[in-house]
């Protein structure tokens, strides 16, 4: 296939209209507009997130999970987003109404996206751990930015039925590959601007596998698509995929954290530890 080609044919027919990106969860856009408004409160919030009673089950569960957990369980909605806070409960939200944006109706691109949901997943829960130890970044946020970094690739999946050829060409040969990336890329931007999402989750997708990704000049400080990044190589390592990735400790945003400063078999170590967590995490987004 002609990337290039393809890649005028999409975007033309993205911005005409012929063809549609995937929408967020009404209840992920109910939840952002409430949260938005100042005048929030936690009822309102409550009330809708209660109209979702899979979705209300599992803000309850990760509020009693270890992650979040305080002296007494907490039983319902209201309750449960008291002690998260209005800002990591949209976060939250979000991240569990994604799953639903992974689901397809193309059985040409069936197997692909569910791949993919899982390897996002595993990014996620790898990066909500490395920010849980990483004083600038939020875990919850850094979790969105993991499920979020291959949107784009999401998107052109999406078209599967329409061109077949996509299931083999994004994972077929390297200069192919990287053409593919390049417009995942652009209509993963695209998406998260139509979701009105912060401008920081389009640096997360233009750079999650921009292995030399530098830094400015004395910024030591490690933002979400930092902390994309080392999680992707993570999940990539985990996963027995290691071959074509650098060493860890010549991935340049490495310094960035406090805890590499122990050397890169620390952080390896660390992952090690937080299995259990991990784990947990994979659980309530695979749901």
């Not at 899982?118 to 930015?145: C, E, G, W, Y």
């Not at 890169?264 to 659980?283: G, M, T, Y």
Request: charged share 25%; hydrophobic share 45%; with cysteine.
């Amino acid at each position: 296939m002609d990337i290039e080609q393809l890649r005028t044919e999409i975007l033309h027919d993205v911005a005409t209209g012929r063809k549609v990106l995937p929408g967020l969860p009404d209840i992920a856009v109910r939840v952002q507009c409430v949260v938005n408004n100042e005048n929030c409160t936690i009822a309102e919030l409550a009330k809708i997130i209660q109209s979702d009673l899979p979705l209300a089950g599992r803000i309850v569960q990760i509020a009693n999970s270890p992650l979040y957990r305080g002296l007494i369980p907490v039983e319902n909605s209201h309750a449960a987003i008291s002690r998260l806070g209005v800002n990591v409960t949209r976060n939250l939200v979000t991240s569990f109404a994604l799953r639903r944006v992974f689901l397809t109706k193309s059985s040409l691109a069936r197997k692909s996206i569910e791949d993919l949901w899982k390897h996002s997943v595993k990014v996620a829960a790898v990066a909500f751990t490395l920010a849980r130890i990483s004083p600038s970044l939020n875990p919850d946020q850094a979790m969105l930015a993991g499920l979020l970094h291959d949107i784009g690739l999401l998107s052109l999946l999406s078209f599967a039925d329409d061109k077949p050829e996509l299931i083999a060409d994004h994972r077929g040969q390297a200069d192919c590959q990287e053409g593919i990336r390049a417009l995942c890329i652009e209509l993963g931007c695209i998406l998260l601007r139509q979701w009105r999402f912060d401008p920081a989750f389009e640096n997360v997708v233009k750079n999650a596998e921009n292995w030399a990704r530098q830094g400015s000049d004395g910024d030591e400080i490690p933002d979400y698509a930092d902390v994309v990044i080392v999680a992707h190589w993570h999940a990539a390592f985990g996963d027995n995929k290691s071959n074509d990735l650098p060493k860890l400790d010549e991935l340049s945003v490495i310094k960035k954290f406090p805890v590499f400063s122990l050397g890169p078999s620390a952080s390896i170590e660390l992952l090690k530890e937080a299995q259990d967590e991990i784990h947990e995490l994979q659980v309530l987004l695979n749901q």
